[in-house]
């Protein structure tokens, strides 16, 4: 049974920092490419980051410079550390594994208001 396990959201103020993890376990984790993807209500859900298996990632044009995503291949964990964190960037974040199969987490609100 494959399972992505989000963690690391919450309430911060605008300026602020997060760091979210996702945990994947069912999976041979270094053969997917591991991405971070948002909702926010009445918007489609849109790709925040992606990171390849040896590392290459890429991001939406909204976060670049302030979000950066990483993994660990030996935790089977990636990470999105985020920082100057705007009222825009309040959503639902989800956790994505994607090779042949795509899976998704559960999803984790992050809420940036002072």
């Known amino acids: 049974q494959v399972q992505l396990v989000e963690s690391g959201g919450g309430l911060v103020q605008p300026g602020g920092s997060l760091r979210l993890s996702c945990t994947a376990s069912?999976?041979?984790?270094?053969?997917?490419?591991m991405g971070w993807y948002r909702q926010a209500p009445g918007k489609p859900r849109e790709l925040v980051a992606r990171?390849?298996?040896?590392?290459?990632?890429d991001y939406a044009d909204s976060v670049k410079g302030r979000f950066i995503i990483s993994r660990d291949n030996a935790k089977n964990t990636v990470y999105l550390q985020m920082n100057s964190l705007k009222p825009e960037d309040t959503a639902v974040y989800y956790c994505?594994?994607?090779?042949?199969?795509?899976?998704w987490g559960q999803g984790i609100q992050v809420t940036v208001s002072a």
């Open positions: 994505n594994a994607e090779d042949r199969q795509v899976y």
């Open positions: 069912g999976i041979i984790f270094t053969f997917y490419a």
């Open positions: 990171i390849m298996s040896r590392g290459a990632a």
